[in-house]
């Protein structure tokens, strides 16, 4: 099992910039796919972004596709999520997640996900 901790959240304006990071600790990380998810008050939990463990397949939720980018240093442990031109609607509690369980098709699926971080808090104002 792997234990995932999200940080760099926080409160800025519409149009500001934030990056996350999830770091990893127990497991064989490196191998494995790692997603990004979100969820907005009342809301479900959403897909955002998910990355292949070698790094090199990505893949984004069309709300997102232009403006964020996730990358990871496998030698660091760590996934990142750099979010440009924020907007109100991207406030939500942001985590990642991670299996090694799961196909390339099911990558945007919350439920093929086994390992979660806690989460950490984006609130963008207007």
């Known amino acids: 099992q792997v234990q995932l901790v999200e940080s760099g959240g926080g409160l800025v304006q519409a149009g500001d910039s934030l990056k996350l990071s999830c770091a990893a600790s127990g497991g064989t990380f490196s191998d494995y796919p790692v997603g990004w998810f ?28 232009t403006r964020f980018t996730i990358s990871r240093d496998n030698a660091k442990n760590t996934v990142s999520l750099q979010m440009n031109s924020l907007k109100p609607e991207d406030t939500a509690v942001y985590y990642c997640a991670t299996t090694d369980d799961i196909r390339w098709y099911e990558i945007r699926r919350t439920s093929r996900y086994n390992d979660w971080g806690q989460g950490t808090q984006v609130t963008v104002s207007s």
Do not use: L
Request: charged share 25%; proline share 4%.
């Open 38 to 65: 979100r969820q907005a008050p009342g809301k479900e939990r959403d897909f955002v972004a998910a990355i292949g463990g070698g790094g090199g397949v990505t893949t984004y939720a069309d709300s997102v596709k």
